[in-house]
């Protein structure tokens, strides 16, 4: 019984969206329980995927919050 942990980063693509849709998480669960599938035979009825949205500034990066490492990025270009 495969169980998949997937965490992203509660921002949406733009301003007005600050996490993902119902079907957005919905074809993310269907997509990567088909590549268990596809890869390793897991059956779909015995695949569990589940979704953390995380708010953006509880995740880091190299060794900063991603919104200043971004901003360091960014300025790198």
């Keep these: 019984m495969p169980i998949i942990n997937i965490q992203i980063t ?11 849709t119902a079907e ?3 074809a993310v669960i269907k997509g990567v329980s088909q590549v268990l599938l596809d890869v390793l035979n897991k059956p779909l009825d015995s695949t569990f995927v589940v979704i953390e949205e995380v708010e953006l500034e509880n995740f880091g ?3 900063l919050p991603v919104p200043e490492f971004r901003k360091q990025q960014a300025n790198k270009k």
């Design 61 to 63: 990066w190299g060794g």
């Design 10 to 20: 509660r921002e949406g693509t733009s301003p007005a969206r600050n996490a993902a």
């Design 24 to 26: 957005e998480k919905a």
